[in-house]
């Protein structure tokens, strides 16, 4: 049985934070505030906090500059495997995730917007803008997206990095980060600042219209 992905938000070791599975719903994003992204086209610290920065960069390539590749279109993601987590119980290598199919969808002004699906569920919003950095064919894509799981608010990034190719996007690694969440007593969600890293298994995620 292929297991889901998404930010594990209560405890167990297959955690159900996918939209689907634990009613998350997707509302507006928080957009960045202008100046914060830095001048030489780095992820800023409202996506991945510096608290977690030094560990996170070592399960994940984050490129930067000013000048990233034209990442719009649809690819589809197999062979994932978790290479980076904050949680001690996670088995780092492990795979047997489902596949996933994600779209980075051109809008006015260039802007992109968001899709992805695993399994039966699609998630995404054109509410949701995504950031690009990076240089030459190097990216790294990040969004921030607020929601309800369990009736509890959280606040989450997402951050998507790999080169661009004719056939798809290599070394294509995904994140999720818990950036905030509401009142918890009873510890339902994980902490602020969980994260986990996947990579895709086989080198690349290939270009694909599933859509």
Partial sequence: MKRFFCLPLVFAFFLSGCMS???????????EQE???????????????NEIR??????????????????????????????????????IGGGGYADMYVAFIKGAKGKLSYRERQGSSESGSDDVTVEIVGSNNNFTAYF???????????????VISGTLTNSGIRNFHYA???????????????????????KDGDGSAEKYTWR
């Fill in 144 to 158: 921030i997206t607020t929601g309800v799981s369990s009736g509890i608010s959280t606040k989450r990034s997402t």
């Fill in 21 to 31: 599975d634990n009613h998350d719903t997707i509302v507006l994003p928080e957009p």
């Fill in 35 to 49: 100046g914060e992204l830095p001048s030489t086209g780095g992820v800023p610290s409202s996506v991945i906090p």
């Fill in 176 to 198: 999720f980060i818990m950036l905030e969440k509401g009142s918890d007593p009873s510890h339902q969600l994980v902490e602020v600042n969980t994260y986990r890293i996947f």
């Fill in 54 to 91: 030094n560990k996170f960069e070592q399960s994940m390539p984050l490129h930067t500059g000013t000048t990233p590749p034209d990442i719009s279109g649809q690819y589809m993601v197999n062979n994932f495997t978790l290479v980076g987590s904050s949680l001690n119980y996670d088995e």
